[in-house]
């Protein structure tokens, strides 16, 4: 049974530029969401995503945005990159059904290096 | 806001020894608590959980938790520490969220050094 998968692994970008960020979800769930953790940080919630549509999001600018497909695979787009962007991505996924008991679990990350 | 509070930055202790890794909640209604755990340039892994019931909750690798409503912790712990234990541990709490959805909030993490 694969766990969450995410790609790339890593990554380097320049400022300005855009990065898509791709996660395919534990097989079974319905339900992914992004984190960022910077370096020395716990992870932060950007957004949620059920039934191919943004249902909460974080404390993210709009330069961060996002898509599910009908497989419930994700991405995750951030335009104009800063250097504040260097981050760890993390993308977990869950089940809606079990929004108040289930854990999330986590892909292995994407690291993304803005220079 | 609900928040979690992870005190200390590090944490060290002789392999075979019990261990302690503190996480105090402040949250409205019951709590939905959790740890995992991050191993270096990986993902989080989950350890436990806390939804309800018994307050002492039994998870993976050995490791344990007690809920304590009075003190508003959810310590994690082990009775005897083995060096593949260091790693960066994370306490949570889940939050349900208006209008549907859920979130985790993860407190900044602990560092667990198991020495020989």
């Known amino acids: 049974d694969a766990g969450v998968t995410q790609s790339p692994t890593h990554l380097i970008k320049t400022r300005g530029q855009q990065v898509t960020l791709r996660c395919s979800p534990k097989s079974g769930h319905d339900t992914v969401s992004w984190y960022q953790q910077a370096l020395g940080q716990g992870p932060q919630f950007i957004f949620q995503y059920y039934e191919e549509e943004e249902r909460q999001r974080g404390n993210f600018p709009d330069r961060f945005s996002g898509h599910q497909f009908p497989n419930y695979s994700s991405e995750l787009n951030v335009n104009a990159l800063l250097l504040g962007d260097s981050a760890l991505y993390l993308c977990?996924?869950?089940?809606?059904?079990?929004?108040?008991?289930?854990?999330?679990?986590f892909g292995e990350g994407s690291r993304l290096t803005v220079l | 806001a609900q928040s979690v509070a992870q005190p200390e930055d590090q944490v060290n202790v002789a392999e075979g020894n019990p261990l302690t890794v503190k996480c105090t909640y402040s949250v409205s209604g019951n709590p939905y608590l959790f740890w995992y755990v991050q191993y270096p340039n990986r993902g989080l892994q989950f350890l436990l959980k806390y939804i309800t019931g018994d307050n002492l909750v039994k998870g993976s690798y050995g490791f344990e938790a007690e809920f304590n409503k009075s003190q508003t912790s959810f310590h994690l712990k082990k009775p005897s520490a083995l060096v593949s234990d260091s790693a960066l541990y994370f306490c949570?709490?889940?939050?349900?969220?208006?209008?549907?959805?859920?979130?985790?909030?993860f407190g900044t993490g602990t560092q667990l050094k198991v020495e020989l």
């Open positions: 977990a996924s869950s089940l809606v059904s079990a929004a108040n008991t289930g854990e999330l679990f």
């Open positions: 949570a709490v889940r939050l349900i969220l208006t209008g549907g959805g859920n979130k985790l909030t």
